[in-house]
T-cell receptor, first 115, second 112 residues
Framework: DADVTQTPRNRITKTGKRIMLECSQTKGHDRMYWYRQDPGLGLRLIYYSFDVKDINKGEISDGYSVSRQAQAKFSLSLESAIPNQTALYFC??????????????FGPGTRLLVL | RKEVEQDPGPFNVPEGATVAFNCTYSNSASQSFFWYRQDCRKEPKLLMSVYSSGNEDGRFTAQLNRASQYISLLIRDSKLSDSATYLCVVNDGTGTASKLTFGTGTRLQVTL
């Protein structure tokens, strides 16, 4: 079984709809992240959480919200979807590794199309 | 200037060739560096970390030049299965300040 799972894998929605993307992990990591990937722009950080009580905005948090329901679960919500939120969304996890940096482990991605 | 810059490619090389990618970063205080590999429509996966002394993993060699603020990835004896996008990743902090910045990737296509 995959260590980091995302649901749904693909979603088509309409402008103005609320949508939730879910992420679960079995790696036991405290840190979880949400990114979006757009062609030519690379991966951009939306929100991140270093533990259940910690939520932080990334570089592009406007229009998004998150919930860390448990160590293993981190959800991303689009309260009112708009077409420029069409993208590939990745969840990732990591554990603190000190000065050597940390490896992030990614889920398979959710492909979202907002019409 | 982008925080992490890569040539998007594509680099089209024949099987067996040696190919090198460079990546520059803007934050001189960056702490650690990585190369990730991303196959089409798949998630990024860690290929290798990049250490100050350079490191090698089979056909792959990574180098770091802090003075010039760039890292490189060398792939020897390219295989068809090496075709992918290679992401340069920089960690700007340690501990609670840790933050990864991803380059946009360099696409490699290995052909027969």
């Amino acid at each position: 079984d995959a260590d980091v799972t995302q649901t749904p894998r693909n979603r088509i929605t309409k402008t103005g709809k609320r949508i939730m993307l879910e992420c679960s992990q079995t790696k036991g990591h405290d840190r979880m992240y949400w990114y979006r990937q757009d062609p030519g722009l690379g991966l951009r950080l939306i929100y991140y959480s270093f533990d259940v009580k910690d939520i932080n905005k990334g570089e592009i948090s406007d229009g998004y919200s998150v919930s860390r329901q448990a160590q293993a679960k981190f959800s991303l919500s689009l309260e009112s979807a708009i077409p420029n939120q069409t993208a590939l969304y990745f969840c990732a996890t990591s554990e603190l590794a000190g000065v050597t940096g940390e490896t992030q482990y990614f889920g398979p991605g959710t492909r979202l199309l907002v019409l | 200037r982008k925080e992490v810059e890569q040539d998007p490619g594509p680099f089209n090389v024949p099987e067996g060739a040696t190919v090198a990618f460079n990546c520059t970063y803007s934050n001189s205080a960056s702490q650690s560096f990585f190369w990730y590999r991303q196959d089409c429509r798949k998630e990024p996966k860690l290929l290798m970390s990049v250490y100050s002394s350079g490191n090698e993993d089979g056909r792959f060699t990574a180098q770091l030049n802090r003075a010039s603020q760039y890292i490189s990835l060398l792939i020897r004896d390219s295989k068809l299965s090496d075709s992918a996008t290679y992401l340069c990743v920089v960690n700007d902090g340690t501990g609670t300040a840790s933050k990864l910045t991803f380059g946009t990737g360099t696409r490699l296509q290995v052909t027969l």
